[in-house]
């Protein structure tokens, strides 16, 4: 399974009430329209964001964007021709261009490899990371995928609060074409999405010996910080499936 998530920026004409209602009860609707008529899109799926964030959370993790969408594809090439199908109406352009800003925005595909099943999630966290400086890609991937959620299972600290942890992995080509009426599509070669019960368990995990002594270490082996991409989710809203 493939995933094309959307992280979007607000128009700055808008109040952060005036964005969520047209966000959520405008735009999205209607991309589901248009999304709708391509046979091959398997899930569309609308994040919305806490009504109150956790004073802690906010100063740690900092969400940058406004709204997440998620178009979820079987294949890399569908998800490639999705989403340029999808970014051919203009009427969407038309609708978007009152609601989000979309040169702020950051849309990427990437490869879905889940390494925990959610189990409670009350809330997500979309994190994004760059590959470690001297490790190739493909060997990024691979650590990631076969060793580090061995390591992390040794910090019980950290692996027992996840309530879910999917990894995805970044697809450089075939490349998104859909232009920034929604977002500007690029590159982005890690991401995880990590589920928690209650909010503050992002920072108990984070802040957990364990992950200092242990599950730190072994992500920059393969991962270090780059650009920050987040996202924190209070509800995930299948608006196609």
Same mark, same amino acid.
């Given at each position: 399974? *493939?995933? =094309?998530?959307? +992280?979007?920026?607000?128009?700055?004409? #808008?109040?952060?009430?005036?964005?969520?209602?047209?966000?959520?009860?405008? +735009?999205?609707?209607?991309?589901?329209? =248009?999304?709708?008529?391509?046979?091959?899109?398997?899930? +569309?799926?609308?994040?919305?964001? !806490?009504?109150?964030?956790?004073?802690? =959370?906010?100063?740690?993790?900092?969400?940058?964007?406004?709204?997440? +969408?998620?178009?979820?594809?079987?294949?890399?090439?569908?998800?490639?021709? &999705?989403?340029?199908?999808?970014?051919?109406?203009?009427? #969407?352009?038309?609708?978007?261009?009152?609601?989000?800003?979309?040169?702020?925005?950051?849309?990427?595909?990437?490869?879905?490899?889940?390494?925990?099943?959610?189990?409670?999630?009350?809330?997500?966290?979309?994190?994004? &990371?760059?590959?470690?400086?001297?490790?190739? #890609?493909?060997?990024?991937?691979?650590?990631?995928?076969?060793?580090?959620?061995?390591?992390?299972?040794?910090?019980?600290?950290?692996?027992?609060?996840?309530?879910? *942890?999917?990894?995805?992995?970044?697809? !450089?080509?075939?490349?998104?074409? @859909?232009?920034?009426? #929604?977002?500007?599509?690029?590159?982005?070669?890690?991401?995880?999405? @990590?589920?928690?019960?209650?909010?503050?368990?992002?920072?108990?995990?984070?802040?957990?010996?364990?992950?200092?002594?242990?599950?730190? !270490?072994?992500?920059?082996?393969?991962?270090?910080?780059?650009?920050?991409?987040?996202?924190?989710?209070?509800?995930?809203?299948?608006?196609?499936?």
């Amino acid at each position: 399974m *493939y995933r =094309v998530a959307v +992280l979007v920026k607000q128009n700055a004409h #808008l109040s952060a009430e005036q964005f969520k209602t047209r966000w959520l009860d405008g +735009l999205v609707p209607a991309i589901a329209v =248009v999304a709708g008529k391509n046979p091959n899109l398997r899930r +569309l799926v609308m994040n919305i964001a !806490p009504a109150e964030l956790d004073a802690e =959370v906010a100063r740690v993790f900092p969400p940058p964007f406004d709204g997440l +969408l998620e178009f979820w594809f079987d294949s890399a090439e569908d998800a490639a021709a &999705g989403m340029k199908e999808i970014s051919r109406d203009t009427q #969407l352009h038309a609708l978007a261009a009152t609601i989000v800003d979309g040169p702020a925005g950051v849309a990427w595909l990437a490869r879905v490899v889940p390494s925990k099943p959610e189990s409670g999630s009350h809330f997500k966290f979309l994190a994004a &990371g760059e590959v470690a400086h001297g490790v190739s #890609l493909e060997d990024a991937h691979k650590y990631w995928r076969d060793t580090h959620p061995v390591v992390a299972q040794t910090a019980p600290e950290v692996w027992g609060p996840l309530t879910r *942890y999917t990894q995805f992995h970044g697809v !450089p080509a075939p490349q998104l074409e @859909m232009g920034d009426w #929604l977002a500007r599509a690029r590159f982005v070669p890690m991401c995880s999405d @990590m589920g928690f019960a209650r909010q503050r368990g992002f920072i108990d995990v984070y802040t957990s010996k364990q992950y200092a002594d242990i599950v730190r !270490p072994d992500e920059e082996k393969f991962s270090r910080p780059g650009e920050m991409l987040a996202f924190i989710s209070a509800e995930e809203r299948d608006v196609l499936a």
